[in-house]
């Protein structure tokens, strides 16, 4: 009996081991091929490297962020930078065949979408604010928000079973103020991984060397190497960590853990997915750690 008592307890540890040790599935949607790896890299790499499976997906294909460039060609580039990204931070990336710039909250793109959580049974979903400078990233937030409650309902997009639980929907950071500020909910320490983050965006070379430089008026030299390259991306877009997700690494990590970190990302729960405990955040994030 005492033997008997054993196995079944044995039996009962390994397969609590078992079910915590099932991977989260996370994913990520922006409006453009880059959009992912520039809010979420980071978080993204800390996923993938604890074994947790992480798709990004493009809604738009990114035809028209060029000033030289632009179509089909540069469709086929963007895809192709964003399948190096994956490569380099462990994940899988969709990118749709929706025009860049002109992009609408339709029914049809609203149940793509509801397909492709479904198809990832996704854990975590984490896109865009609709409030947004560009058009294509308000619509890919509006169109992330009016699925959160339908990847459930059977009768939508029916082709496609259901999710039996609503996953957990967060916003990516962005320092819009009107109509609402960004509250950073969850706060990421992404220091140990920033290097992953850098190598993702690097991979976009038609956007961080070529259209973001260009659109934004910087005159500058563009550095030739490909390391001072990465550093120049690092230097120029994350000098430091704003107040507020200082406080929010606080909440999350411990004083020491929160005052050595150097990079961050934020994200800010969406109130149409479920709302999640402290406890459950920890465990849908579980690099959120206090040591």
């Not at 560009?134 to 409650?149: E, K, M, S």
């Amino acid at each position: 009996m005492k033997h008997l008592i054993c196995t079944l307890f044995l039996s009962l540890c390994l397969y609590t081991v078992h079910a915590q040790d099932n991977p989260l599935r996370i994913v990520m949607i922006g409006a453009h091929p880059d959009d992912c790896d520039i809010k979420s890299g980071g978080t993204a790499a800390l996923f993938a490297q604890m074994g947790h499976a992480v798709k990004f997906i493009s809604v738009t294909n990114g035809d028209a962020g060029h000033m030289e460039q632009g179509g089909g060609a540069l469709a086929k580039r963007r895809r192709a930078e964003a399948a190096e990204a994956a490569r380099r931070l462990g994940i899988t990336y969709d990118v749709m065949d929706n025009h860049d710039g002109e992009l609408e909250p339709t029914l049809n793109i609203r149940l793509a979408l509801i397909r492709k959580i479904r198809e990832w049974k996704a854990d975590i979903v984490i896109s865009h604010r609709p409030v947004d400078y560009h058009p294509d990233h308000r619509y890919t937030g509006i169109l992330v928000q009016d699925a959160a409650f339908m990847v459930m309902v059977p009768n939508i997009a029916p082709d496609t079973p259901p999710l039996t639980k609503n996953p957990v929907f967060l916003y990516f950071q962005d320092h819009f103020t009107k109509p609402s500020i960004f509250q950073p909910d969850v706060c990421i320490d992404i220091t140990a991984v920033i290097d992953k983050k850098i190598d993702a965006l690097d991979a976009h070379e038609s956007q961080f060397y070529e259209w973001l430089p260009w659109v934004s008026g910087y005159k500058g030299a563009i550095p030739a190497g490909k390391q001072e390259r990465k550093e120049w991306i690092k230097t120029t877009r994350w000098p430091s960590i704003p107040p507020a997700l200082k406080t929010g690494l606080e909440k999350w990590y411990s004083p020491a853990q929160a005052g050595a970190a150097k990079y961050a990302e934020a994200f800010e729960l969406c109130e149409y997915g479920a709302r999640p405990t402290e406890e459950e955040i920890r465990r849908l994030f579980p690099m959120l750690k206090k040591q």
